[in-house]
């Protein structure tokens, strides 16, 4: 091996790579040195970049384990620096959904956790409790005597109700984060024959599903992955939903489609333009009971208008004066076939997955992870158990101030200051090797 202690710190240069044992030449490359901390893990680090041969890293691996070194586990380097303290749980977390990102919405988030932007939150939050109690002891424990002011429980109330609305705030966001982590999940519904493979088709960029002038061609759920706009999208096309069939195959696809809708997060309904405006219904009550006829008239209403989208097919079969009265309701007019008003689709789905995802920011970190919300849920509940408590005449302030230290501890374990080893296990082993 190159000699590291002739090397100047963070900086690249080329040598000859040599075995340590017989000095043989394994091969020329970029050698780079990191002394703790001031490296990843916090650690003395060596990088080297050679040659990506079989033969080079073969003979370089061998080498290296005659220095009684083991080849990385899956998140070793990101543990280390956990253990180190390079980085907490949520800048771990970040750094994973960073690797995995597929979009840039994504990416975005993920960045912004990994730099620290819910640490800096969250630490804030536990440093109002820790300085909340321990106000609240110190009157418990010096009350009577002079250099305690009267007023510090009070100031410490105040502080903690501040603390329960900023922390109610960030738990009602929607679930937009974990959404955009996880992807939008999306169903596309509608009638037998409508077009809804087609779309799906159009969406995902491919030919995914099999598109036929048949009725009833689609029998169970189809879902893929789509990025529209730097969002992802998790899109199921469903069997077409209809009440006059038997066919115990085409009933239990309907069944399906129905609750995948009832579990999605975004709808997309799919009409047949050319039947509307064959109707002699206006465009407002033939979608009502175009909905209505569907079973998910209600879901809709629940969801609210953010949550779903109208869209009516087969614009190119329309007349000039039909396309000009179904242009005025709140439906999108497309044709799979020409591709018609597909930019005004994508426009309005970007509109609606900004809604439902947001807009990731530093002035506004959102939740990501299922964990966190599970955390933050528990310690909004002990903050309420104070309150609960205090409101007793008969109470007693020091087995209310443990409610306060429960809530500190349940802050503590979404940022790794308070950890088990099974939650440590969990969000590792997701890492790649090495990573």
């Known amino acids: 091996m190159t000699n590291i202690s002739k090397l100047e710190p963070r900086r690249a240069f080329l040598r000859r790579i040599r075995d340590p044992e017989t000095g043989e030449v394994i091969d020329n490359g970029l050698c780079l040195w990191f002394p703790g901390p001031h490296s990843f893990t916090g650690e003395d680090s060596v990088e080297f970049h050679v040659h990506g041969g079989t033969a080079i890293l073969t003979r370089l691996m061998q080498a290296l384990s005659r220095l009684q070194v083991h080849p990385a586990l899956p998140g070793e380097f990101t543990r280390r620096a956990f253990y180190n303290n390079k980085l907490d749980l949520t800048e771990v977390e970040g750094l994973a959904d960073l690797i995995e990102a597929e979009t840039e919405c994504q990416r975005k988030q993920a960045l912004l956790q990994a730099d620290g932007v819910l640490r800096k939150l ?46 109610e705030g960030h738990l009602t966001d929607g679930r937009r984060g974990e959404i955009l982590r996880n992807g939008i999940r999306t169903v596309i519904v509608g009638e037998p024959n409508v077009g809804k493979s087609s779309l799906l088709n159009h969406l995902v960029q491919r030919n995914a599903a099999i598109v036929t002038p048949v009725a009833g061609t689609t029998r169970d759920v189809i879902e893929l992955s789509a990025n529209i706009s730097g969002y992802p999208v998790l899109i199921a096309d469903t069997a ?81 004066e039909d396309k000009r009265r179904l242009d005025v309701v709140e439906a999108v007019l497309v044709s799979c076939k020409t591709e018609d008003g597909f930019q005004d689709l994508l426009q309005s789905l970007t509109d609606r997955f900004s809604n439902i995802c947001g807009e990731p920011s530093a002035e506004s970190p959102t939740i990501s992870q299922a964990r966190h919300r599970d955390h933050l849920t528990r310690c909004l509940r002990h903050l309420r158990n104070y309150f609960e408590l205090c409101a007793n005449e008969q109470h007693d302030v020091a087995i209310a101030a443990e409610e306060i230290h429960k809530a500190m501890r349940e802050l503590g374990r979404i940022t790794g200051h308070v950890s088990t080893n099974e939650i440590l296990d969990i969000i590792f082993k997701t890492f790649c090797i090495g990573k």
């Open 240 to 320: 077409g939903i209809t009440d006059n069939t038997e066919d115990i195959v085409e009933v239990e696809g309907i069944r399906r489609a129905r609750s995948h809708a009832e579990n999605a997060d975004f709808v997309i309904v799919v009409m047949d333009a050319f039947k509307c405006a064959a109707s002699g219904m206006t465009c407002e009550d033939y979608a009502r009971e175009y909905l209505s006829s569907l079973g998910i008239h209600e879901l809709l209403a629940r969801m609210g208008k953010e949550r779903f989208i109208v869209i009516m097919n087969k614009r190119d079969l329309l007349r000039a």
């Open 122 to 167: 969250y630490d804030g939050w536990r440093r109002i409790l820790s300085e909340s109690v321990a106000s609240i002891e110190a009157y418990i424990d010096f009350g009577e005597e002079d250099n305690i002011e009267s007023d510090v429980v009070q100031r410490a109330h105040d502080a903690l109700v501040q603390l329960m609305r900023a922390l």
